[in-house]
């Protein structure tokens, strides 16, 4: 059982605090518990299973990060946009914080030697996947990207040792994508999963696993279009570290 999960309290004590960001740095833990209706050691429990010390380290953060902010222009009104502002400068800045330099070192030394690099992605992250392939392929890399599920599944299977196979997949649970890391895998063949999943299924296979840091909050709850943010961050932190060591 992992025992960072969050309980149905915890979760929706997150979700409340996600939602109400810009007013963190106004309230006290006894404030803050009575507006979401938890009691304090509830909203203790869920920072540390985020990955914070407590309430005052977490505090700390999103005040800080609030006053690198240029809200001047918008009136007190504006709530809801400083929301969405604050909730993208919080995907951001969790995400870095989250990136291990070793694990990056790993991977830039993994394209070095690949002969071949194949990109797997599906749905929106199909997008960051192109912008990695084209950057990858004007670096004078061979690679490639797939993301027909059949395409996927087929190719997967035949790729061999000294290639490379990177997947971008914000859950890590695409049926079509597990298959193919546990293929790629059985082959003996490195793979760099790039997600915001550290329990994904795909990871279980992953050689190396690049995690950002995914909010809980969305608009647009009637479909699955989470932001890709922290992947796109992932994504350019590692190529640029890519260009930094090659061109040594």
Same mark, same amino acid.
């Given at each position: 059982m992992?025992?960072n999960?969050?309980?149905s309290?915890e979760s929706?004590a997150?979700?409340f605090?996600q939602d109400n960001l810009?007013?963190?740095?106004t309230?006290?833990i006894v404030e803050?518990?009575e507006?979401?209706n938890?009691s304090?050691?509830t909203?203790v429990r869920?920072?540390?299973?985020?990955g914070?010390q407590g309430?005052?380290?977490?505090?700390?953060?999103?005040t800080?990060?609030q006053?690198?902010?240029?809200? /001047?222009?918008?009136? %007190?009104?504006? *709530?809801?946009?400083?929301?969405?502002?604050?909730?993208?400068?919080? $995907?951001?800045?969790n995400?870095?914080k989250?990136?291990h330099?070793p694990?990056?070192?790993?991977?830039?030394?993994q394209?070095?030697?690949?002969?071949t690099i194949?990109?797997?992605?599906?749905?929106f992250?199909e997008?960051?996947?192109e912008?990695f392939?084209v950057k990858?392929?004007l670096l004078?890399k061979?690679?490639?990207?797939s993301?027909?599920?059949n395409?996927?599944? /087929?190719?997967s299977? %035949?790729?061999r *040792?000294?290639n490379l196979?990177?997947i971008?997949s914000?859950?890590? $649970?695409?049926?079509?994508l597990?298959e193919a890391?546990a293929k790629v895998n059985?082959?003996?063949?490195p793979?760099?999963?790039i997600?915001t999943?550290s329990k994904s299924?795909?990871?279980?296979?992953?050689?190396?696993?690049l995690?950002?840091y995914k909010?809980?909050?969305t608009?647009f709850?009637?479909?699955?279009v989470?932001?890709r943010?922290?992947?796109?961050?992932?994504?350019?932190v590692?190529?640029d570290?890519y260009?930094?060591?090659t061109?040594?």
């Amino acid at each position: 059982m992992d025992k960072n999960k969050l309980s149905s309290t915890e979760s929706f004590a997150w979700k409340f605090i996600q939602d109400n960001l810009e007013i963190i740095p106004t309230l006290s833990i006894v404030e803050l518990g009575e507006k979401a209706n938890v009691s304090t050691a509830t909203i203790v429990r869920t920072l540390r299973k985020k990955g914070y010390q407590g309430y005052s380290d977490f505090k700390h953060d999103t005040t800080e990060v609030q006053a690198k902010s240029d809200f /001047t222009n918008l009136d %007190r009104t504006d *709530s809801d946009i400083r929301s969405a502002i604050l909730k993208n400068e919080h $995907e951001v800045t969790n995400t870095i914080k989250m990136i291990h330099i070793p694990d990056i070192e790993s991977s830039v030394q993994q394209i070095k030697r690949a002969k071949t690099i194949y990109i797997f992605a599906r749905g929106f992250s199909e997008l960051i996947a192109e912008e990695f392939l084209v950057k990858l392929q004007l670096l004078n890399k061979n690679c490639q990207l797939s993301d027909d599920p059949n395409i996927i599944r /087929t190719l997967s299977a %035949r790729i061999r *040792s000294g290639n490379l196979v990177i997947i971008i997949s914000l859950n890590g $649970e695409t049926p079509e994508l597990v298959e193919a890391a546990a293929k790629v895998n059985q082959n003996k063949v490195p793979i760099i999963l790039i997600t915001t999943n550290s329990k994904s299924a795909i990871g279980e296979f992953a050689s190396i696993e690049l995690c950002g840091y995914k909010s809980e909050t969305t608009y647009f709850p009637a479909f699955e279009v989470h932001s890709r943010l922290p992947l796109q961050v992932i994504s350019r932190v590692l190529l640029d570290s890519y260009v930094i060591r090659t061109e040594k």
